[in-house]
Nanobody, 127 residues
Framework: QVQLVESGGGLVQAGDSLRLSCSVSGLTLSSCAMAWFRQAPGKEREVIAAMTWTGGSTYYADSVKGRFTISKDNAKNTVSLQMNSLKPEDTAKYYC????????????????????WGQGTQVTVSS
């Protein structure tokens, strides 16, 4: 049974930082490509950050590049998203996603690429 559980969201002010965490079970994280998506009300879900199975290659959306950092701890089976300099535009529900993809050098960025998803955690940034 695969389970992803996000945590760390909350209400913050513009300029603040948050660190989201995704606890993964039922999968060996070291063999998975991982990603963070977000979805604001009335908008499509979009990829924010992604990484390959080794963590050696990452992708960031232009809107968050330089502010957000994706990382993982294989020993703890957790994936994190460090979010700095938060803006009101970052307000959304954030989702963790996983794909079994050992030896793949691809930063998967599509919703359909990921068969495993968490329930999401809300991030609200006030001005």
């Amino acid at each position: 049974q695969v389970q992803l559980v996000e945590s760390g969201g909350g209400l913050v002010q513009a300029g603040d930082s948050l660190r989201l965490s995704c606890s993964v079970s039922g999968l060996t994280l070291s063999s998975c490509a991982m990603a963070w998506f977000r979805q604001a009300p009335g908008k499509e879900r979009e990829v924010i950050a992604a990484m390959t199975w080794t963590g050696g290659s990452t992708y960031y959306a232009d809107s968050v590049k330089g502010r957000f950092t994706i990382s993982k701890d294989n020993a703890k089976n957790t994936v994190s998203l460090q979010m700095n300099s938060l803006k009101p535009e970052d307000t959304a529900k954030y989702y963790c996603a996983a794909k079994f993809a050992p030896f793949s050098s691809i930063n998967y960025k599509g919703i359909s690429d990921y068969p495993h998803w968490g329930q999401g955690t809300q991030v609200t940034v006030s001005s």
